[in-house]
């Protein structure tokens, strides 16, 4: 016969052994006693909402892969990437694991838009496209105007 886990209880929260609700020892403490199905039970609702959202989020990705034309610039790949890993990473840590699982997979989706979706100038800011080029012909525009 198996016993229920020790729980120790602190302010009215209620903290048990790192396995008996998931295996990240950064987990969150109790705000209510566990019932006996706990241990069975260890997805929460916000998990299944946030992978929805990604699986959602990734399906609306798909197009952009598909397309030969498609272009996105790694000024917004790459950033998203990061974002993504740190996402994943807080979702493990608190035991989220469908939403880790899901920010893993749009990490893989962003690094094959990534990798092949960015234009061949991709680093390289063209003189045509920047700053200081529009604002030379901005000013031989004004001034030629003024004469």
Request: proline share 7%; charged share 15%; with cysteine.
């Amino acid at each position: 016969m198996t016993s229920q886990p020790q729980l120790t209880t602190k302010d009215n929260i209620y903290y048990g052994p790192s396995s008996y609700v998931g295996t990240s020892p950064f987990r969150a403490p109790f705000t209510s006693k566990p019932s006996a199905l706990s241990p069975l039970i260890k997805t929460m609702w916000q998990d299944i909402v946030i992978l929805a959202g990604s699986i959602v989020a990734i399906a609306s990705l798909i197009p952009t892969l598909i397309d030969e034309n498609a272009l996105v610039p790694h000024t917004t790949s790459v950033p998203t990437l990061v974002v993504l890993s740190g996402q994943g990473f807080a979702y493990y840590t608190l035991d989220l694991v469908g939403s880790a699982v899901g920010a893993a997979a749009g990490l893989c989706v962003w690094s094959l838009i990534a990798y092949y979706k960015a234009p061949d100038d991709a680093m390289l800011v063209s003189y045509e496209r920047s700053l200081s080029h529009k604002i030379n012909r901005f000013r031989t525009t004004v001034f030629r105007n003024k004469k």
